[in-house]
């Protein structure tokens, strides 16, 4: 049972779509992409700088587009058909909604592009951060939070929780962090997961409505609670819901080992993910899409499938 994942933002490296040009046809869809979205992808794919693709509104559709594009590459030949599911971490459901058949890559793009918009004019309300806890007891981390007034946005596993909140805050958690924990401020432009986001919740749910969904044609598992979902529309709404509420990828790998995954491929911005599930899901062979040098073992994994 192969499982493909989309990873999320901070994935994105300099020039990580560079070596995918050699690619024929990838350069044409990456400008076809960037017309849709207003957005130089291949410029920012290529050689725009770390501070430049750090920017929310175009890290995320960078991102997913670098996704959709490996995804058309890892599923044509008949290997979509031996795939078992998808499954992507917060911006990276967006890859994944357009993967299991849920939004066409017009709309995925679309959306994502409003997203990045929504969610970096909300960030701008308020100076607020992020940063990675690894180590920590989960209670006790979850407690110190509620005393900083901080919240848990990515239930990573793995031993690795996200938190988020005002910069001071997590200042004061870096200070003093929990028994045996490290805490690493981590470079995005917000409280992302948090309560901080809900400003851009109504213009998002609007975007939604303006979509057009389908039932998913491969199983699809949710951020939201780690279980699969069934129903376009509902994706669509949990996609909304997902920007100021925690990412439980934790679940999403809880449900992968006890749907008897045997593989793991994670789509480019490859490796983060991988790196999860190398912790979380040990044992499990898994292959990053970094470049593509990477594709012929993902391909190999897929095709030993029956």
């Keep these: 049972m192969i499982v493909v994942v989309c990873p999320g933002q901070g994935s994105q490296t300099p020039g990580f779509l560079e070596p995918w ?9 990456l400008r076809d992409m960037s017309a849709a979205v207003g957005i130089d992808l291949l410029a920012h794919g290529t ?20 996704g959709l594009l490996t995804l058309k590459v890892l599923l044509a030949q008949g290997r979509r058909d ?20 849920i939004l066409s890559s017009t709309d995925a793009l679309r959306f994502v592009r409003e997203r990045g ?38 239930f990573n596993g ?32 917000g409280a992302f997961h948090t309560r901080y986001m809900r400003p851009a919740v109504p213009h998002l749910t609007a975007v939604a409505a303006s979509l057009q969904s389908h039932a998913p044609t491969m199983q699809i598992w949710s951020n939201s609670s780690g279980s699969t979902v069934s129903d ?25 080992a006890e749907a008897g995954v ?22 499990v062979p898994s292959v990053a899409i970094k470049t593509p040098d990477d594709l012929p073992a993902a391909f190999e994994m897929i095709d030993q499938q029956p």
């Design 21 to 29: 040009l050699a690619i024929p046809g990838f350069e044409a869809d």
């Design 47 to 66: 050689t725009s700088d770390s501070d430049t693709i750090r920017d929310t509104a175009i890290a995320q559709p960078l991102i997913v587009a670098a």
């Design 82 to 101: 031996r795939v078992a599911g998808i499954a992507g971490h917060s911006v990276g459901e967006i890859t994944a909604a357009a993967g299991a058949g």
């Design 117 to 154: 918009l929504a969610m970096q004019s909300a960030a701008g309300l308020e100076p607020t951060g992020m940063s990675a806890v690894v180590g920590a007891d989960e209670a006790a981390l979850l407690e110190q939070l509620a005393e900083l007034d901080l919240e848990a946005a990515n």
């Design 158 to 189: 793995a031993g690795q929780i996200v938190v988020a909140g005002a910069l001071d805050a997590l200042a004061a958690l870096a200070a003093n962090p929990p028994a045996r924990a490290r805490v690493i401020p981590l470079q995005v432009a």
């Design 232 to 256: 376009g529309a509902h994706f669509v709404d949990l996609l909304v819901g997902q920007v100021s509420s925690p990412v439980r990828w934790d679940m999403c790998m809880h449900s992968f």
């Design 262 to 283: 045997t593989g793991i491929i994670e789509v480019a911005p490859a490796g983060a993910l991988v790196g999860l599930a190398k912790r979380g899901l040990k044992g």
